[in-house]
């Protein structure tokens, strides 16, 4: 997973093998009660990786992810 890394190509080919297992299982008959992709990384920086919750993990602290996305002063938060 990269997904502290913004843009990495490898976040896109995740997305998008993730949305085709998804609509394999929903076409064999089973529908997932929850869908989620997203890490503390992927909560601040792939809001397409949202579905239908995320996983904040440390983020939920104040404390960055991955010190390129900066500060939790420099993404909005107090």
């Known amino acids: 997973a990269c997904a502290d890394e913004p843009g990495h190509p490898s976040i896109a080919a995740q997305l998008g093998v993730y949305r085709d297992m998804v609509a394999y299982a929903e076409k064999e008959g089973v529908e997932p009660e929850v869908r989620h992709l997203a890490n503390s990384p992927a909560t601040l920086t792939v809001p ?14 104040g ?6 996305l900066g500060t939790p002063a420099d993404l909005g938060l107090r």
Do not use: N, Q
């Open 48 to 61: 397409e990786a949202h579905f239908d919750l995320v996983r904040t993990g440390i983020a939920m602290y």
């Open 63 to 68: 404390i960055s992810p991955a010190p390129e």
